[in-house]
Structures are given as C-alpha cells and as structure tokens.
C-alpha cells in the first residue's frame, strides 16, 4: 500500500474517533445534561465528594474538560468554592481515564450492535430524549469502529523504516514526545482520543511501551491546556480552575517522566498486553494525581486567587454585585435589605436601556444601540447574582413579612430582567431594522411614539418607588396608569390605521415598527405594574376577575321588550 494511502486511512479513522467521541458528549449533554449539573452542583461538601462527583461527570461524558467548564461556570456564580473545583477536577481527570479502560479491552464487535440500536432509537424514538441516546450509542459504536480502523491500517507501518527514523529520537528524547503530545491534544481538543491513538499504535508495535508512557504523560498536559484555552478571555475566576488544573497535570508530569524506566515493571504486573498498560499507566496517573494534590486544593485555590485577583472593572465577564454582602446571609433582615439595594442598581441599568433606545430610534445611532445591548448582560448577571443570594437567605428560618420579601423582591427583578430582554432583543433590534432600511417615522407617529416612551419612563419611577416603600395609594396609581397606558396603546393603533388608509408613505413603510413599539411598551408596562398586585392584594383591593358576573342562571336570555310589556299587562 502506498505510504499517502496508508497515512490517508490512519487519519480518517482518527477524524473518526475525534467525531464520535463529540457524539457521545453531545448525546449525554442533551439527553442528561441538567441531570449531570444538578448531580455536581451537589458536590460542595468536602474535597472528597467533590472529586467522586467529577469522577462521575467525567466518565459520563467521556471529557474532563466538558466538566471543567461546568466546574467553571459553578465556580462563576458562587455555588462552588475554588477548592471544591480543583477537587472536581481531580476526580474528572480520573473519570475521563476510566473511558480508555473499557475500550482497552477487544469490544470491537460491539460496533455493529450499538450503532443499529442507536441508529433505530435516533430515527424512531418515541421522545427527543431517545433520540439524543440514539446519538450517544452510534458514537460510542463509532469509537470502536475507529479503533479497529486504526489498529488495521496501522499494521504496515510496523516494518516502515521512515517511520523508525521519526520514532527513534522521539524514543531518546521524552522531553519532545511529551511536549509533541501535548500539542497534538491541544490541537485535537480530546485527550481520550489521543490516548487512545497511542494505546493503538503501541498495540501494533509501532510506538514503544516506554514512549508510549511519555506521550500519555505529554497528552494529560495538553488536556489540561484545552480548557484554559477556552476561558483565556473570561474573567479572573474562569482562568483559576482551569490554570491550577494545569498545574496539577504539569507537575505530576514532570516528576513522573524520569520515573517511567522505573514504573514500567509495576504497570507491566497489572497487565501484559500493551494496550492495557498504557490504560493502565494512563489510570494510575491520574489516580497519584487525585491522592497526592486532593489535601492541598484550599492551599492552592488561595495561591491562585492572589495569582489571579478579581478586577474591579473589566469586560461584562467581571461584573459583580455591589451589595451582595455574604457575611450577613445569616442575618435576614440585613440580607434583605442589601438585595433591595442590589435590585434598585439593577432598576436603574434597566431604567438607563429604556431612556435610551429612544434616542437610537430618534438618531439612528449604531453606537448607542450596542453600547445598550451590552447592558443587558450586566442585567442577566444581576438578575442571577441576586436570586442566588436570597435563595441561600430564604435557608434560614425566616418569619412571614421577611419570607413575603423575598418573594416579592425575585418577582420584582425577574419582571425587571424581562424589561431588559424586550429592550434588547425587541425594541433595539426594531431599532437596528430602521436604521438598516433608513426608515422615517411619520410626525405624528413619532410623537405618538414618544407620548407612549414618556409614560412608561413615568410607569418605571412609579414601580420603583412602590417596590421601595410599599405605599399603598402609590400602587393604585400605578395601576390606574396601567388603564390609561393600555387606552392610549389602543387610540395610538387606530390613529396610525387612519394613516395608512389615508395613504401617507412614511406611516406605510413603518407600519411594522411602530406597532411593535406600541406593542413592546405595553408589554413593559405590563411587567412594571406587576410590583403593586401583592400589595393590593393583601389589602382585598382586586378584583379576582376582571369579567362582569354571569346571570345566576347563564342558560336563559335576557328579557325583551315585549316580554316586559306582557309582564305589566
């Protein structure tokens, strides 16, 4: 076979295992992926329990860098410490080890079946969720698949002489083979792959035992590279999991390259076969890993906090409540308080979107538009940061007018981050159409438009006020400016038909625009007056029903006239 040909084949079949093994973590993320947050979100303890947790995860989903970046994003909304994290990430390094044991072993006849059975569940599955299963079984089909494509057109280059030449200063220098292989797993964002690779090439005599020990070691490092990668542009606590997880790997890797000669007889007794010990290698690694760095996790997060210190500035990743002070969760009232302060800073960022897209519809002004959309994340990040801190509040025992509180102040701030997502996703991207088609509001639909704007601007200072000092006779004009908003809406839409049956141009080519604004500042004010129900309703001032009563008996008709008359005659 010539040599293109052989080396086409052995790349196809690890384009191949690269592929399979994202169907797999694909298939598991979706058909279980809420189940597996819930599962580590639990995992906050102790050190120990954290580590069995990614253990877990990891083995699920075939990839300790998948549970990094869960490990990552807890860590970023404060539900995991940095020392619990680096536990995870020991415990997942080993999990992502345990996928190479199986496939250690011959299971290659396996591949027919999994890929049947999955390819019926993905075509026929009676759910989303079988179908997402289906997925996971035909890329673990297709993992074995590889591998036997791998091993079969590897043979040849057993008695390649070229091949020798390339191997035999890899053999002699471990320091290279271990960097090439880190560089080759950065590059193919897989260390199960790549580990895999080389159990194949060792199988077949291509890569020695004892390089293949140091490739392993090269391709745990380049494992830990990919997820530091990924959060290279987030914020100070995106880069320390992943940063000290490198660390782990790249110390133990450096300690144990000289060791290898040494350990060789060791794992040579757990297994004969060359496949099997560079699994095997490849387990006990991670494994002196998980036992020697597990009780120094606290004393390397706190190095890498002060290696890494939070900013006070930054891109939207660093932003960061003012108020939120955990040292008074205990306290309830005082927590109370702070999320109430928390959620007016919130108010006004949202309060800051909604003055303004007005004045993008009135200049057009690109900049403006996405310095707004940009406001919006902080508005997420708030939204999260303060519903988090009330849950870890509402822990405590907490009496009836504080337990109403907190509800009342979620509830507040949820209507609020919906405020933010219309003015985002709706009114500036109408806003971004009009620039983009250099449309031109009508006079007097303009003015319409602004009247509106204004009274919801009014409608925001109102709720803010009512969620602050709960005054009743506030909360009832706010209502009663919900009547008027909700007349006006409607006298707008019909004056702005009578443009278009008169046939005025401008109200023509804006028509779509501008009942959606109508439309969008209704909904807003919507969401504004909902602060003033639950104080009006603990008061029994609503109504449960905005429906007239029925007659007592709704099967019979109103009397007419002439029954009346017949009465009285």
């Known amino acids: 076979m010539p040599g293109h040909v052989l080396l086409l084949n052995i790349a196809g079949g690890v384009a191949l ?57 807890f860590a970023g909304r404060g539900l995991v410490g940095i020392g619990a994290s680096l536990a995870i990430m020991l415990g997942a390094d080993v999990g992502s080890t345990l996928v190479v044991q199986v496939l250690s072993f011959d299971i290659s006849w396996l591949s027919p079946a999994l890929i049947l059975i999955g390819v019926v569940s993905f075509l026929a599955g009676p759910s989303a969720q079988w179908r997402h299963v289906g997925r996971m079984l035909i890329g673990l089909g297709l993992m074995l698949l590889a591998l036997t494509l791998v091993v079969g057109a590897s043979q040849p280059l057993r008695e390649s002489t070229t091949l020798q030449y390339v ?12 960097l090439l292989a880190a560089v080759i797993t950065w590059v ?21 035992l004892t390089l293949g020990f140091a490739l392993v070691l090269g391709a745990n490092v380049g494992s830990g590279i990919i997820p530091l990668a990924l959060t290279a542009s987030g914020g100070a606590m995106a880069r320390r999991i992943p940063l000290g997880n490198l660390l782990f790997r790249g110390l133990g890797a450096i300690l144990m390259l000289p060791l290898i000669d040494w350990v060789a007889p060791y794992v040579a007794m757990l297994g004969s076969e060359p496949g099997r010990q560079i699994a095997n290698f490849h387990t006990a690694f991670n494994l002196a890993l998980a036992l020697v760095f597990l009780p120094l996790t606290s004393v390397v997060g706190e190095a890498l906090v002060k290696f890494l210190p939070d900013t006070g500035g930054g891109s939207g990743s ?34 800051t979107m909604l003055r303004g ?30 519903k988090l801190y009330l849950t870890r509040v509402t822990r405590n025992a907490l009496n009836d007018d504080d337990s109403r509180r907190c509800v009342d102040i979620i509830s507040f701030t949820t209507n609020l981050e919906h405020i933010g997502d219309i003015v985002d996703k709706n009114l500036l991207d109408l806003a971004q159409k ?16 602004t009247a509106m704007h204004a009274r919801a601007l009014h409608q925001m200072q109102l709720a803010m006020s009512v969620f602050v000092s709960h005054d009743i006779e506030t909360a009832r004009q706010l209502l009663k ?28 080519e804006t028509s779509a625009l501008h009942l959606d604004i109508l439309r969008d500042l209704k909904r807003i004010n919507s969401h504004l007056t909902s602060v003033a129900y639950p104080i009006l309703d603990a008061l029994g ?29």
Not at 357 to 381: C, G, H, N, P
Request: charged share 25%; hydrophobic share 40%.
């Open 481 to 508: 400016e919900k009547e008027k908003f909700r007349e006006l809406e409607m006298q707008g839409s019909q004056q702005h038909f009578a443009r278009l049956r008169s046939g005025r141009i401008e109200s023509i």
């Open 541 to 569: 001032e609503l109504r449960h029903s905005r429906l007239k009563d029925a007659p007592k008996d709704a099967s019979a008709t109103p009397p007419t006239k002439a029954d009346e008359a017949a009465a009285k005659g």
């Open 318 to 351: 660093e932003i960061k409540p003012r108020y939120l002070d955990p040292n008074v969760i205990d306290t309830p009232t005082v927590a109370i308080a702070c999320a109430t302060r928390e959620v007016l800073r919130m108010a006004d960022t949202v309060e």
């Open 167 to 178: 191997m035999r200063p890899l053999a002699s220098d471990p320091i290279l083979a271990l």
């Open 434 to 449: 009009k620039i983009r088609n250099k449309l031109t509001f009508s006079e007097q639909g303009w003015q319409e438009l």
């Open 188 to 208: 193919a964002h897989s260390s199960v792959a790549i580990v895999l690779l080389i159990m194949s090439l060792t199988v077949v005599g291509v890569v020695p």
């Open 17 to 73: 295992l690269l592929w399979a093994t994202r169907m797999v973590r694909t298939g598991v993320m979706r058909a279980y992926g809420s189940d597996l947050r819930h599962f580590l979100g639990r995992s906050t303890r102790n050190r120990v329990s954290a580590c069995v947790m990614g253990l877990g995860v990891a083995t699920v989903l075939q990839s300790s860098t998948a549970t990094a970046l869960l490990a990552v994003s």
């Open 357 to 386: 897209v007005i004045e993008v519809f009135r200049s057009d002004d690109s900049k403006l538009l996405e310095t707004l959309s940009d406001m919006d994340d902080e508005v997420d990040k708030l939204h999260e940061s303060i």
